[in-house]
């Protein structure tokens, strides 16, 4: 299967100035060599910290940021390489759901004109076909009909995120990203907010690009997961295989730092020490080497290549492949002697 | 272990231009020595609020408390006057609120602000209140040299910034702290440290906590007793394994199954409905129009608080219903 989108290498820097008085500039390494496939009706996860690049990946893939490097192609197509115009149709196929309902709706239009709008701009549909429209993808969003003349802030967060998504879907769609989708919504409206999206997945062979911190509400939802730490992709695959059995140590700190809802399993609440360093001037060699456990000689030298590891895993770690990562570090010195 | 803090019937509201809110409906809460207790809930279920109204910082004039008590030590909170509350808040009781950012004075440095509180509750002088300051911030898991006390919130990470406020809330030795949100504007490796954190506070100096949060995870790894709120009243209250892992409030049954924990999302479990609006709260038991066990009598009456065994307390007639009829079978 030819992926739907494929990112290839991709790199974006922004340049800040340092100050009014001061001279030169610094380079935030926002997203740095970043690779990922998502496949036609599949969920592709990007997990991290915040920080971790994961926005910046999906506003380049959106065109909200030039990247510095790399490739994005959406269905065969070079999206960095396509003409305003050609873009622009291109894109059509590409939508996206931010995370402040609120802010991402107007608060002067009306559900009908929100959803209007889009089509309006994309379609000739008008008059009763264009009224038809909205009311089959408010129905499909689960709103119903009495809603359609009242305007964002008579809405929950929840009721508000389902207007974005008909929204996002009003121009059949085939990608949509989805940024921390339910990051601002309680539990009980974000379990609702997962099973819609889930649901139109189904009926209309979507592909999501599900941006997420929370690893339980990905673990939920993704196909494929890849995890960012400081611009980078430190490991991808499949979800459950990555979520139960990581390779990375950042990934497998990161899992034990989710505090489990079971108060019957309350010793996994681990801690790694330390903080995401800044991305002006990212860490030498492997970036997440100064909160690394398990950390060798090497790491602070050279940067770990992404390498396969089996069933379509990539790790980007200098840990041999059959590296037990819930050893305690104190086995760390046996493991460096065997490497050299 | 003794009562430091209980929460009576406590009932207020607010005054706003649509209508009267009914915020807090009998809420009944027992903090002991030493413990930490969570209060869970969602969005505008009256967590904060409680929290606030310990610490006397209500917004005025448009709260109206309509009832209850708030006994600390056996004092009444309530009865006491701006003054007296004043000598109580920082001192007694502390908080530390969710974004540090906004709690944080940009224009003075740590070092400054959190002395200052020292020297507005203790007679010291300016040696002995940042010599209170240093081991404040050591207790807070931070380094206290002088390149912190001079720093500015803004140079800080928001884990030192949060550290920061809780050196604040611990200067004066409160046996009480209110951690309203600690960790929700944190990530999550930083989250689990500023948790290990809480749990350092109760075992090493004993302070008494009461853990405000929307996260269960938080509160099922961190707290002794949970106390779950719906729309202005605790539901359910116990032991933190009794309450999560054998609920008897159907609210905290089906919030404990929203939560993803490993399922699909097609398998999830969801809460129809939505959180009344409180100037207009449903009569009886405010969650009966969303409760899967409703009865007639959950529309008319509210629930009295009932114990179901030494420490789990639930709000629920159905529930009570289950115990007694449970009751009558083993008799």
């Known amino acids: 299967m030819t992926p739907l989108l494929s990112v290839q290498d991709l790199c974006v820097h ?250 019957e399993r309350r010793s996994e609440l681990e801690v790694i020490a330390g903080e995401v360093p800044s991305a002006i001037r990212p860490p030498s060699g492997c970036r997440f080497h100064p909160r690394c456990p398990f950390r060798m000689e090497i790491c602070d030298q050279v940067e770990p290549e992404p390498h396969d590891a089996g069933g379509g895993r990539l790790v980007a770690c200098h840990l041999p492949d059959d590296f037990d990562l819930g050893a305690a570090p104190e086995r760390l010195a046996s493991v460096t002697e065997e490497d050299a | 272990m003794g009562d430091l803090l209980e929460i009576r019937d406590l009932r207020l509201q607010f005054n706003s231009l649509r209508g009267t809110v009914k915020a807090l409906d009998g809420v009944n809460l027992t903090v002991r020595e030493g413990e930490i207790i969570g209060l869970v809930g969602e969005s505008g279920c009256g967590k904060t609020i409680t929290g606030l109204s310990v610490l006397g910082l209500l917004p005025r004039p448009q709260t109206e408390v309509t009832g209850g008590q708030i006994l600390f030590r056996g004092d009444d909170l309530l009865l006491l006057g701006d003054r007296a509350v004043e000598g109580i808040r920082g001192r007694l009781v502390a908080m530390v609120f969710q974004d540090p950012l906004s709690s944080l004075n940009p224009v003075f440095t740590i070092g400054n602000q959190i002395s200052r509180v020292v020297r507005v509750h203790k007679k010291v002088s300016h040696g002995e209140a940042l010599e209170a300051t240093r081991k404040a911030l050591a207790s807070a898991g931070l380094r206290p040299d002088d390149a912190l006390l001079d720093s500015y919130p803004h140079q800080l990470s928001g884990g030192m910034r949060q550290r920061a406020c809780m050196a604040m809330a611990l200067s004066c030795d409160a046996p009480l702290l209110i951690a309203d949100e600690p960790t929700t504007a944190l990530d999550v490796t930083i989250q689990a440290q500023m948790l290990r954190l809480l749990l350092d506070l109760r075992d090493d100096l004993g302070i008494a906590q009461i853990l405000i949060t929307h996260n269960v995870g938080v509160a099922a790894q961190t707290c002794d007793r949970v106390a779950v709120m719906y729309a202005g009243s605790v539901v359910e209250q116990g032991l933190t394994a009794e309450v999560l892992k054998h609920s008897r409030h159907p609210y905290t049954m089906a919030l404990y199954e929203c939560l993803p924990q490993g399922k699909k999302a097609s398998e999830l479990h969801t809460i129809p409905g939505s959180v009344p609006d409180l100037i207009d709260p449903p009569a009886g038991c405010r969650y009966h129009p969303r409760c899967a066990r409703a009865m007639e009598i959950c529309e008319t009456v509210k629930p009295d608080p009932t114990r179901l065994s030494e420490e789990h307390w639930v709000a629920c007639h159905w529930a009570a219903g289950q115990v007694a009829a449970g009751e009558g079978v083993a008799s």
């Open chain 1, 14 to 263: 922004f340049v800040v100035k340092r100050g009014m008085t001061k001279k030169g500039a610094d380079v935030v390494h926002a997203a740095d060599h970043v690779s990922f496939t998502i496949d036609p009706g599949q969920t592709f996860a990007l997990v991290g910290e915040s920080g971790s690049g994961k926005t910046t990946v999906a506003r380049a893939v959106l065109g909200l940021n030039a990247p510095t490097s790399g490739a994005i192609t959406f269905d065969g197509r070079d999206l960095i390489a396509l003409k305003r115009g050609a873009r622009r149709e291109a894109m059509r196929d590409v939508q996206v759901v931010f995370q402040d309902p609120y802010s991402s709706l107007s608060p002067r239009l009306t559900v009908h004109d929100v959803i209007a709008e889009p089509l309006q701009a994309n379609s000739k549909l008008s008059g009763r076909e264009l009224n038809e429209r909205i009311l089959a993808l408010l129905e499909m969003v689960g709103l119903g009909t009495q809603h359609l003349w009242r305007r964002p802030h008579e809405f929950s967060g929840g009721q508000c995120q389902r207007i974005a998504i008909a929204r996002a879907l009003a121009l059949e769609p085939r990608l949509v990203i989805l940024d921390e989708p339910t990051s601002a919504l309680d539990v009980s409206v974000q379990a609702r907010i997962l099973v819609l999206l889930e649901e139109l997945q189904e009926r209309l062979g979507l592909a999501y690009l599900f941006i997420a911190h929370d690893l339980a509400v990905v673990e939920s939802v993704a196909d494929r997961i890849a995890v960012m730490y400081l611009g980078e992709i430190v490991e991808s695959g499949v979800a459950d295989a990555v979520l139960h059995a990581p390779r990375h140590p950042y990934t497998h700190a990161l899992i034990a730092s989710v505090p489990s809802p079971d108060p």
